[in-house]
């Protein structure tokens, strides 16, 4: 077994805590990663505390990793040790069902293998990014462009592909006017991505003080929804507004400021359910759709994106002892706009 260190929740009750644990040796098509960064996302503080679904527990929470091949196994052939490569929320999947064989990993029907707070094939837990490093399958493993910040391309594997994928799959770009609901770590990502995209972005934001941020980011707009009079001006505007929220919320409000035919696209994953009346969506033929992260080659597709554009997220670099303050300001919102662990403070 290898021997591993990483920061995890005992129970859904208790806070992160340095945790020694043993991951899988490496099988003949597997690699083993030293994990140089890995971004804090909001998905991992739900897991933690049971928000979606009871949790696995010991467990070691990240899903947005950077690191280099330090081993592989006897059959890999795509890589090779010192590799700088990325690991998203998928570590594992049956590469046969339908989902699978249509580049939909991430939607495997038969056996699907999360990065952390789930069961690999072999039966055992498996273990994020919170940690020294990590076994994965090597189709599940990305390759990762020397030319950008390390610690800024942690966040894409997550944050970055679950922005980019909508906005790819609903082909955003030239003449199309996007609408982006909250401005964090989804939502910067959000703006960056539609505005290379080539669309019109506005930001659509409770907070009056994120203007400037917003501007900074290359938004064109800037909506604080909590003025009647702003949000009058932009009614029936948008072909797009993609929700990146995670905190409870009331869409109808945002619904109305779609065009006919407009696309309310949700990529947030908030612990209540959303309470929709049927006319409106019924008036004006609106839709309301889901996103999850892309698959294998959309993954490998906007890495290379980001690597010729110069795309990275805005990141706060953190010692891993600071992770649980991390997860109190995120809940405030008090991140520009991610937070990356650095894997070299782990003890």
């Known amino acids: 077994m290898i021997q591993s260190k990483g920061y995890a929740a005992q129970t859904a009750e208790t806070n992160l805590a340095p945790w020694n644990f043993e991951r899988r040796e490496p099988g003949a098509h597997d690699v083993l990663i030293d994990i140089l960064f890995c971004g804090v996302c909001h998905s991992d503080l739900h897991a933690i505390k049971n928000d979606w679904f009871p949790g696995i527990f010991p467990m070691v929470p990240g899903h947005e990793i950077v690191g280099r091949i330090s081993q592989t196994g006897a059959h890999v052939k795509k890589f090779k040790t010192g590799d700088l490569v990325g690991v998203t929320v998928m570590v594992d999947a049956c590469m046969e069902c339908e989902n699978c064989q249509n580049h939909q990993e991430q939607f495997c029907s038969v056996s699907p293998v999360q990065t952390y707070n789930n069961l690999g094939k072999d039966g055992l837990p498996t273990y994020g990014g919170y940690s020294n490093n990590i076994v994965v399958r090597e189709e599940f493993v990305l390759n990762v462009s020397e030319k950008l910040p390390l610690a800024g391309v942690a966040p894409l594997l997550c944050a970055g592909i679950t922005t980019y994928s909508p906005l790819r799959n609903w082909k955003v770009g030239k003449g199309h006017k996007l609408a982006v609901v909250g401005l964090g770590g989804l939502g910067h990502m959000a703006v960056k991505f539609g505005v290379a995209f080539g669309a019109e972005v506005t930001i659509l934001s409770t907070s009056e003080s994120k203007r400037e941020d917003a501007q900074s980011l290359g938004a064109h707009h800037f909506v604080v929804t909590k003025d009647p009079e702003q949000l009058n001006k932009v009614k029936s505007s948008f072909d797009f507004i993609l929700d990146t929220v995670s905190a409870p919320h009331d869409i109808n409000g945002y619904l109305s400021l779609l065009k006919t035919n407009g696309v309310h696209i949700c990529v947030g994953a908030p612990a209540e359910p959303y309470v929709i009346p049927p006319f409106g969506i ?40 600071n992770v649980q303050v991390a997860f109190e300001r995120m809940l405030k919102g008090d991140v520009r706009y991610r937070f990356v662990i650095d894997m070299a403070t782990i003890d």
């Open 282 to 321: 019924i008036a004006g033929n609106k839709v309301i759709a889901g996103s999850g992260v892309g698959g294998l080659a959309q993954l490998q597709e906007m890495l290379d994106y980001c690597a010729e554009n110069n795309i990275v997220s805005d990141v706060e670099i953190i010692d891993i002892k």
